[in-house]
């Protein structure tokens, strides 16, 4: 069965200090992968979409990348930290195709103080 | 007309009762609907998938009405552990979009 990991579970970071999330999934290959933010009683925001190595659509303009190293690796990243990224950052996996479910891992809730 | 819209409830419910909650969604041409629920502080997990004829899984019924461009989730004998927040997620264009979600209390 597939299994999806993210770390750390909880993070707090200064504003301005970088910031580096990763997600790994296991039990499938070539999956497409996804990084979501969810602000405080809000909806969820997509970020980043990969669909496969190397291959990554941005959603939303801001100061966070993502970079998909491995085929079941997919990380999110920031050079400086804004107070505005807090949040609880989800990472998810679905088959190929548009048509089909995301299944999500635990999540990262990261605060900027 | 926004692309996927729910009621944000919250709707209080007493164990039980019968709840339905209906999204609406813009584009005529998705394909795919799902229901996910979401507990406090939690990841969403896929709830159902929902097909074109409709589909039930146990106390849980999902229906899609294309004309209308709806789809519409109905629990029965509603229990304490129903209490959570129900997504309702549709395709778009080239990608799922995802509700802001009904949150569901269910009352002793």
């Known amino acids: 069965s597939q299994t999806i990991h993210q770390w750390p579970a909880t993070l707090v970071q200064p504003v301005g200090s970088p910031l580096s999330l990763e997600c790994t999934v296991e039990?499938?290959?070539?999956?497409?992968l996804y990084w979501y933010r969810q602000a405080a009683g809000r909806g969820l925001q997509l970020l980043f979409y990969?669909?496969?190595?190397?291959?990554i659509s941005s959603e939303v303009p801001q100061n966070l990348s993502a970079s998909r190293p491995q085929d079941r690796q997919f990380i999110l990243s920031s050079k400086k930290l804004l107070l505005s990224d807090s949040g609880f950052y989800l990472c998810?996996?679905?088959?190929?195709?548009?048509?089909?479910?995301?299944?999500f891992g635990p999540g990262t809730r990261l605060t900027v103080t | 007309r926004k692309e996927v819209e729910q009621d944000p409830g919250p709707f209080n419910v007493p164990e039980g009762a019968t709840v339905a909650f209906n999204c609406t969604y813009s584009n005529s041409a998705s394909q795919s609907f799902f229901w996910y629920r979401q507990d406090c502080r939690k990841e969403p997990k896929l709830l159902m998938s929902?097909?074109?004829s409709g589909n039930e899984d146990g106390r849980f019924t999902a229906q899609l009405n294309r004309a209308s461009q709806y789809i519409s989730l109905l629990i029965r004998d509603s229990k304490l552990s129903d209490s959570a927040t129900y997504l309702c997620?549709?395709?778009?264009?080239?990608?799922?979009?995802f509700g802001k979600g009904t949150r569901l209390h269910i009352l002793p």
């Open positions: 997620v549709v395709n778009g264009d080239d990608k799922i979009i």
């Open positions: 929902v097909y074109s």
């Open positions: 998810a996996w679905s088959g190929n195709g548009v048509l089909m479910e995301q299944y």
């Open positions: 990969s669909v496969g190595i190397g291959q």
């Open positions: 039990g499938t290959s070539n999956p497409n």
